[in-house]
């Protein structure tokens, strides 16, 4: 049994398809959700969620104010939107108001179920943000974990658990959990790039830094927080400053003072002018520049600056603040030889910075505690605090041995990879050459079958056309036959009879001659149009002649022929050529409405060109021949194919041209 042909090539062009797409990686389109334009809220709500507002005396009372009002007027979901400003400005002010606090518990128990789940995120946010600021990552992550339920149906719904999953990051990676860290940074990622603002990847990006940084990767902790600063300054956010100051902590980290300390002064210096009101970054970035000071012997500026944000840092009443400005008065109370007067500060900050393995701050507290010990004599205590200061000292030495390690290991790790890269580089070369080779010959095998095909089919196409190209012929023929037969009995016998008949007839009038004579004529005259008397005699350019005259007489038309014709073709084609010719004058005749017509016969090398030309009324071609009532067309065209010719009929208002071109071989 031989396969069919189609079900070979179909079969092939499958297996190609499978081989290119099985090469290539599949990619999947992604909604992009856009952040809705001109989100519009009422004067008050504005106000609250315009950051230069918070630090006015009259913030929480303008909130309190207006959020009562609308409990009151059940207007809920106001009253949420309202709340939520203050929230997330106060979190990000790192500004934690107990009174505020008890009042978001308050709508969480008695309100949070009258809006709708996506306006009530902000009280799990906000409790996450109070712990994480107190903390206490497991309870901060048991509340920001509850917002990773929301469903994204849109840029808000994505915006929130993109952020739930990016502060979720946060707190694991201040436990040390970097591996949960990064999973979950990747996740806020996956949300916030399906959005259409970019802006909100800083974030993201400075949480790569943190982790990377928490990992003892300073190089890739450094490129994702300039990352970071890159979107800030194309936003002009006031989070540019931070990203800075989380840049001068990891070249700290690192010891790359050359490039931390200009950073310090340009950083602190931008700050200043730029009128930011944020006491938190201030302060962080003011401790990094009072210890240039202190290098520098600079007391009385670093006394200023301290006494500047002293009434800042309490009305902040942030614990990481409060622990970071303790530290940084200590320090400059031993280098004034005074004691240090909150000593119970530093060494309750202690536990946070070894927890937060920020070794080098722990190690400064130690330093501070064991001279402010040895200015008091109490060499006991010095001990201690010398036992304690040599084993954080011990930790710098092991984390950067680790670090070294780390570097020598991640270079091994580099070459390894770098050849088993090249190796699979080979191997995916010489796989993708095969797959090629592979694709090229099943391509080459395509194209032949194809090939094949089309020949076959094209030989099959032609044989079938001159099959019924001599069917045809030799329909025609036959009928021209038949035609003649009739014809010529009609001549010689009928005519002949109606002459006997008229000559033996006794009483003869003229009545009776001319309805005889008239009899024989119309006989004669359907003799010659079932075939032409004397055509294989005379010929055809004699009987177009004969033809033209015998229309010119009978009709009031006038008829003209040029007939250039000095081959002699098969008698046969011949008369086909005068039937052609026949029905077109015939067509003019009865439908043109013309006055005058045109037969034009010519030859050239190749072809005899006859041209059937008309003055008439003209006639939409294309309607005509769909039309049940255009046989005389039809006959015309297909009478030229069955003789190897092409007929082409042009029509219009000044009258109608047929062209038949017949091929002379």
Same mark, same amino acid.
């Given at each position: ?179 949960? *860290?990064? #999973? @979950?940074?990747?996740? !806020?990622?996956?949300?916030? &790039?399906?959005?259409? =603002?970019? /802006? ?20 890739? *902790?450094? #490129? @994702?927080?300039?990352? !970071?600063?890159?979107?800030? &300054?194309?936003?002009? =956010?006031? /989070? ?32 200043? &002018? ?83 393995r920020n070794f080098p701050k722990a190690r400064d507290c130690y330093a501070l505690l064991l001279e402010d010990a040895l200015a008091r004599k109490d060499y006991k205590e010095a001990l201690d605090y010398r036992v304690d200061f040599e084993a954080v000292k011990d930790s710098i030495g092991n984390m950067e041995m680790t670090d070294k390690v780390m570097e020598l290991s991640a270079k091994y790790e580099t070459e390894k990879k770098e050849q088993q890269i090249e190796i699979q580089k080979k191997s995916i070369l010489n796989k993708n050459t095969t797959i090629a080779l592979l694709i090229s010959f099943l391509i080459g095998l395509i194209f032949i079958v194809i090939a094949v095909t089309l020949k076959q089919k094209q030989k099959k196409l032609k044989l079938e056309k001159h099959n019924v190209q001599l069917y045809t012929k030799q329909l025609l ?189």
């Amino acid at each position: 049994m031989i396969p069919n042909r189609r079900f070979i090539l179909n079969n092939i062009c499958v297996f190609v398809i499978i081989i290119f797409f099985g090469s290539c990686n599949e990619k999947k389109g992604t909604t992009v959700y856009k952040k809705p334009l001109n989100e519009k809220f009422d004067a008050v709500c504005t106000w609250l969620n315009d950051n230069n507002n918070f630090y006015k005396e009259n913030y929480y009372s303008v909130f309190y104010e207006y959020y009562n009002r609308k409990i009151k007027e059940k207007k809920f979901k106001d009253a949420a939107q309202a709340m939520e400003f203050v929230s997330l400005i106060s979190s990000g002010y790192a500004s934690f108001d107990e009174t505020f606090l008890k009042e978001v518990l308050s709508f969480s128990k008695n309100y949070k179920d009258k809006v709708p789940p996506i306006n009530s995120t902000f009280v799990y946010t906000f409790q996450g943000d109070y712990y994480s600021d107190k903390g206490d990552f497991e309870k901060a992550i048991a509340n920001y974990i509850k917002n990773t339920s929301i469903d994204i149906v849109d840029y808000k719904s994505c915006y929130k658990k993109g952020d739930a999953y990016r502060t979720i990051s946060w707190c694991y990676n201040s436990l040390g959990k970097q591996k949960l *860290a990064l #999973e @979950n940074n990747h996740k !806020a990622h996956d949300c916030f &790039k399906q959005t259409d =603002r970019t /802006n909100i990847l800083e974030g993201i990006y400075a949480n790569y830094a943190h982790i990377y940084m928490a990992m003892d990767d300073c190089d890739k *902790a450094v #490129e @994702n927080v300039d990352i !970071a600063i890159k979107y800030a &300054k194309l936003e002009k =956010r006031n /989070n540019l400053f931070t990203h800075l100051f989380n840049k001068i902590n990891y070249y700290d980290h690192c010891k790359k003072f050359d490039k931390m300390y200009p950073l310090i002064d340009s950083t602190y210096q931008a700050f200043n &002018k730029s009128g930011i009101k944020d006491t938190s970054i201030k302060v962080s970035l003011s401790v990094y520049y009072i210890h240039r000071l202190f290098a520098e012997d600079k007391l009385v500026e670093s006394k200023k600056i301290l006494d500047e944000l002293k009434p800042e840092v309490e009305a902040l009443n942030s614990s990481i603040t409060n622990q970071e400005y303790a530290v940084v008065s200590a320090f400059y109370e031993v280098q004034k030889h005074d004691g240090i007067k909150d000593i119970k500060l530093i060494k309750n900050s202690i536990p946070h910075f070894l927890e937060l393995r920020n070794f080098p701050k722990a190690r400064d507290c130690y330093a501070l505690l064991l001279e402010d010990a040895l200015a008091r004599k109490d060499y006991k205590e010095a001990l201690d605090y010398r036992v304690d200061f040599e084993a954080v000292k011990d930790s710098i030495g092991n984390m950067e041995m680790t670090d070294k390690v780390m570097e020598l290991s991640a270079k091994y790790e580099t070459e390894k990879k770098e050849q088993q890269i090249e190796i699979q580089k080979k191997s995916i070369l010489n796989k993708n050459t095969t797959i090629a080779l592979l694709i090229s010959f099943l391509i080459g095998l395509i194209f032949i079958v194809i090939a094949v095909t089309l020949k076959q089919k094209q030989k099959k196409l032609k044989l079938e056309k001159h099959n019924v190209q001599l069917y045809t012929k030799q329909l025609l023929e036959k009928t021209e036959e038949e035609r003649k037969r009739i014809a010529s009995d009609l001549h010689d016998s009928v005519s002949h009879e109606l002459l006997s008949l008229k000559n033996s007839i006794e009483q003869k009038t003229d009545t009776t001659d001319k309805k005889i004579d008239a009899i024989i004529n119309d006989i004669r005259s359907i003799s010659r149009n079932l075939h032409p008397i004397m055509f294989d005699k005379v010929g055809l350019k004699a009987s177009i002649n004969q033809m033209v005259e015998r229309a010119q007489s009978i009709n009031d038309f006038m008829v003209t022929a040029d007939v250039d014709y000095i081959t002699v073709l098969p008698s046969s084609i011949e008369l086909q050529i005068y039937r052609i010719i026949q029905e077109g004058l015939s067509n003019i005749i009865k439908y043109a409405n013309a006055v005058a017509a045109k037969i034009t016969v010519t030859e050239n090398k190749n072809h005899i060109i006859i041209e059937i030309k008309d003055n008439g009324k003209g006639f939409d071609v294309n309607e005509t021949l769909n039309n049940n009532n255009s046989f005389g067309l039809h006959n015309i065209i297909e009478r030229s194919r069955a003789i190897g010719g092409e007929a082409k009929i042009v029509s219009g208002k000044k009258g109608t041209i047929i062209t038949i071109e017949i091929k002379k071989n």
